[in-house]
């Protein structure tokens, strides 16, 4: 399983941008997705999940109403739109997925397999 995650970048605080990742290596479809960051010094946090026809998505607290995690099955690949960015989203965010297929939007790290790179995303105050 390959996820590959790109639209990082430098934004100023208040602006937006839109993460994609793609998945490739088995079928895409019945696996949930998931978004995870790290900041310099911190632990590495769940932002988003999303069930594997979309119907189930998770959010955590400090993104929740500004973030929105979406899928395209037919694209194999999982969106992060992130509007009204602040200094404190600044950090890498991986693309994650679960071994198993299922129906489950699980919240922690443990519970997912394979890891994209990860992609810079930089708020500027």
């Known amino acids: 399983v390959q996820l590959v995650e790109s639209g990082g970048g430098l934004v100023q605080a208040g602006g937006s941008l839109r993460l994609s990742c793609a998945a490739s290596?088995?079928?895409?479809?019945?696996?949930?997705m998931a978004w995870f960051r790290q900041a310099p010094g911190k632990e590495r946090e769940l932002v988003a999940s999303i069930s594997w026809n979309g119907g189930r998505v998770y959010y955590s607290d400090s993104v929740k109403g500004r973030f929105t995690c979406s899928r395209d099955n037919a694209k194999n690949t999982v969106y992060l739109q992130m509007n009204s960015l602040k200094p404190e989203d600044t950090a890498v965010y991986y693309c994650?997925?679960?071994?198993?297929?299922?129906?489950?939007?699980?919240?922690?790290?443990?519970?997912?397999?394979?890891w994209g790179q990860g992609t810079q995303v930089t708020v500027s105050s």
């Open positions: 994650a997925t679960t071994m198993f297929s299922g129906v489950e939007v699980f919240k922690t790290a443990g519970e997912y397999a394979y």
């Open positions: 290596g088995r079928p895409f479809s019945t696996y949930t």
